[in-house]
């Protein structure tokens, strides 16, 4: 995406619209790690302690991550470092979605 916005836009616009996606995707890989540590129907109680931590922290690296940027950046298009953002989590969601209807993940135990 940065790519294509350096190429229609202009360099302040292609590196705000990075830092958007790799503040959403940090934040996420690490809510991903945090979330899925265990496994089992032993782990639940972990498993549920996790995701809300997960989440928490996760929701935290997203504001420290807005403020490094607004901070540091300079100049920053402030436009594109949140459609950046926006892309890459609707990317993630629909990737989520479609292999939600996956017909593989559909199939019942035989």
């Given at each position: 995406?940065a790519l294509l916005?350096?190429?229609?836009v202009?360099?302040?616009?292609?590196?705000?619209a990075?830092?958007g996606g790799?503040?959403c995707?940090l934040?996420?890989a690490?809510?991903t790690?945090?979330?899925?540590?265990y496994?089992g129907?032993r782990a639940a109680?972990?498993?549920?302690?996790?995701?809300?931590?997960g989440?928490?922290?996760k929701?935290l690296?997203?504001a420290?991550?807005?403020?490094?940027?607004?901070?540091y950046v300079?100049?920053?298009n402030?436009?594109?470092l949140?459609?950046?953002f926006?892309a890459?989590h609707?990317?993630?969601?629909?990737?989520?979605?479609?292999l939600?209807?996956?017909?593989m993940s559909?199939?019942?135990?035989?």
């Open positions: 995406m916005v350096f190429a229609l202009d360099w302040t616009a292609a590196y705000s990075l830092a790799t503040i995707a934040a996420n690490y809510f790690r945090k979330a899925f540590m496994i129907a109680a972990r498993m549920l302690k996790a995701i809300y931590t989440e928490a922290i929701l690296l997203i420290a991550g807005f403020a490094m940027a607004f901070v300079e100049p920053l402030i436009f594109y949140f459609a950046g926006l890459v609707i990317t993630g969601v629909i990737a989520a979605v479609s939600q209807n996956h017909p559909n199939r019942q135990a035989q």
